[in-house]
């Protein structure tokens, strides 16, 4: 069995089956992980939700920030935005079944088969795995309760930019949920900086990745995200990150996980 790991698809569906196709992924023995950004700004969100919500216990997504704002905007919570093509998921017959899919993704998979943990977006420096994995859990209980539309009302804001225990109700979601969704940069002191998009070294000041932070307690782990397209394909301190921009016209990557692990780019075939 095979285990490959998808960066962001967001909706280039074309691009997601030449990928398969070249990676030779067989469904009935291979297991396929996405980096979350399933949907958006690419033309076929609908035909990747459908995709990977039909393949069941073989795929396994994490929820990107274009998923949350996919759920935040059929919740009523926000509007959609010009750039946004998620017209077709909203108007699908299917829509509550995917919808009530997505909602019930988690913010960190771990394997220990593999010996990966998959994230979309960073870990502040101050959590190890154990904190990463109870605050992702936190998030996932609202987004699967009542509670989630109240949440999605809350979601969005750049504050609070540090981490304390003591952060309580919607600021603790939301800065857990700005980790996981948005997080590229962060200061020395662990403080977020999410305005910063650029790649690393466009970027002035004090301004680290939030894998090159000193000390971070997740040093050890091997954590493979996307979310970065600035970035590229990557690999530093154990970290591997695989979103190589196929939205916007570059390719879509794939990390096979399950021997040593080697990367597989399909060029986008006009996504952009």
């Known amino acids: 069995m095979a285990v490959f790991v998808i960066g962001d698809?967001?909706?280039?569906?074309?691009?997601?089956?030449?990928?398969?196709?070249?990676?030779?992924?067989?469904?009935?023995?291979?297991?396929?992980?996405?980096v979350g950004?399933?949907?958006?700004?690419?033309?076929?969100?609908?035909?990747?939700?459908?995709?990977?919500?039909?393949?069941?216990?073989?795929?396994?997504?994490?929820?990107?920030?274009?998923?949350?704002?996919?759920?935040?905007?059929?919740?009523?919570?926000?509007?959609?935005?010009?750039?946004?093509?998620?017209?077709?998921?909203?108007?699908?017959?299917?829509?509550?079944a995917?919808?009530?899919?997505?909602?019930?993704?988690?913010?960190?998979?771990?394997?220990?088969?593999?010996?990966?943990?998959?994230?979309?977006?960073?870990?502040p420096p101050q959590w190890d795995l154990a904190q990463a994995r109870a605050r992702a859990r936190e998030v996932e209980a609202v987004l699967a309760s009542d509670a989630s539309e109240a949440f999605f009302r809350h979601l969005y804001g750049d504050r609070p930019a540090r981490w304390s225990e003591r952060l309580?109700?919607?600021?603790r979601l939301?800065?857990?949920?700005?980790?996981?969704?948005?997080?590229?940069?962060?200061?020395?002191?662990?403080?977020?900086?999410?305005?910063?998009?650029?790649?690393?070294e466009s970027i002035a000041g004090s301004a680290l990745p939030?894998?090159?932070?000193?000390?971070?307690?997740?040093?050890?782990?091997c954590i493979v995200c996307g979310h970065w397209a600035a970035l590229g394909r990557h690999r530093e301190a154990g970290v591997w990150a695989i979103d190589s921009g196929c939205v916007w016209g570059g390719a879509l990557t794939a990390l096979r996980l399950d021997e040593s692990p080697v990367w597989c780019s399909e060029p986008c075939g006009g996504c952009d």
């Open 98 to 123: 995917l919808l009530d899919w997505l909602r019930r993704r988690p913010l960190l998979h771990e394997d220990p088969h593999t010996g990966f943990v998959m994230i979309h977006a960073g870990l």
């Open 210 to 221: 939030w894998f090159r932070v000193p000390g971070r307690a997740s040093a050890g782990l």
């Open 37 to 96: 950004d399933l949907v958006n700004r690419g033309p076929r969100s609908l035909d990747v939700l459908r995709f990977v919500r039909d393949l069941g216990e073989g795929a396994v997504a994490v929820l990107g920030n274009h998923d949350l704002h996919l759920l935040a905007v059929a919740a009523g919570a926000q509007a959609l935005r010009p750039a946004d093509t998620l017209a077709p998921i909203l108007a699908a017959p299917d829509r509550s």
């Open 174 to 200: 939301r800065f857990i949920v700005n980790c996981f969704t948005r997080l590229r940069f962060c200061t020395p002191e662990g403080e977020l900086l999410l305005a910063e998009k650029g790649p690393p």
């Open 9 to 34: 698809v967001q909706g280039c569906y074309d691009a997601l089956r030449a990928l398969l196709r070249r990676v030779r992924y067989s469904p009935d023995r291979d297991r396929l992980w996405f």
């Open 168 to 171: 309580t109700g919607w600021d």
